[in-house]
């Protein structure tokens, strides 16, 4: 305290100039509407730029937080596309579109991700007190990436697409031809499709996407274009490169997709084997 009146009287001259200065200011700004104005202006420039540069500074350490209300969003947003039952013709958003939720989705962070071993595992940090069970399917925003193997309290391992032991029924999406799709073990952005007959309309650029014919995945989810393609030794069937959507060594937002007819749906084909 004894600094700041030792510094005030040494400096009283200087002080009492800057006070009377300061008090002429406003006192020709108050006078004179055109003073006013500028006065007004350049006031709102420089807080506008302070505000601006603060709501910038704030929005960036806020990215994390808005980027889990983004996926939360689309969360929602397929579970409502994949419930959704089509009219007969296949035409999308009339308003005879119903709503049957057999699909839950919920979202996860990859923590663990490996791509380059043939059989590659995730580890995403949902397990089982999230509810994740084992045969959960687990996509991105942009397309397929695994299944749900084992679980902990708190986390849970994905077999990846990008694994020799993956199969996944897959269509072309433009027909109804499905085959098998697996992974050769060469490149992480290629799977292949298997088992598709001659008489499928095959073509370079056509996308591929989940059949719907397994308990795992809804119809429809996106997995990659055709690259290329050829007949198998028997000539009977396809061999077809797929280019994956998902950039597999790019990953961490996923959603985990379950199907709650799972039990029904493997007893009832486990008491025909049975037969």
């Known amino acids: 305290m004894q600094q700041i009146i030792n510094f005030i009287i040494r400096n009283k001259t200087f002080l009492l100039f800057l006070l009377l200065f300061t008090i002429s200011i406003l006192f020709t700004i108050q006078s004179h509407s055109y003073h006013k104005s500028k006065f007004i202006n350049s006031a709102n420039f420089i807080t506008g730029g302070v505000y601006n540069s603060v709501n910038n500074i704030t929005g960036y350490f806020d990215l994390k937080t808005q980027n889990e209300v983004l996926v939360e969003e689309n969360n929602y947003l397929k579970s409502l596309l994949y419930n959704t039952k089509q ?22 962070k990859v923590i663990k991700n490996s791509y380059s071993s043939t ?32 679980t902990s309290k708190n986390f849970a391992t994905v077999i990846s697409i990008l694994n020799t032991n993956s199969q996944i029924s897959a269509q072309l999406k433009k027909s109804n031809h499905f085959g098998s799709l697996t992974w050769d073990g060469i490149s992480p952005a290629f799977v292949q499709l298997l088992d ?80």
């Open 119 to 150: 059989d590659n595992i995730l580890l995403i940090d949902k397990g089982s007190n999230d509810s994740i069970k084992q045969d959960f399917g687990v996509i991105t925003s942009k397309g397929i990436l695994g299944v749900v193997n084992k």
């Open 87 to 108: 009219p007969a013709d296949g035409t999308l958003f009339r308003d005879s579109l119903s709503f049957d939720k057999q699909f839950i989705f919920g979202t996860a």
């Open 196 to 275: 598709l007959g001659k008489i499928a309309p095959v073509k370079k650029g056509d996308t591929i996407v989940t059949s719907g014919r397994s308990s795992i995945f809804p119809k429809g989810i996106p997995i990659g274009t055709i690259t290329d393609f050829e007949l198998d030794d028997a000539e009977n069937f396809y061999v077809i490169q797929v280019k994956l959507f998902n950039d597999m060594s790019n990953i961490e937002h996923v959603y985990t997709i379950e199907n709650i007819d799972i039990v029904e749906i493997t007893n009832l084909l486990n008491e025909n084997k049975n037969e």
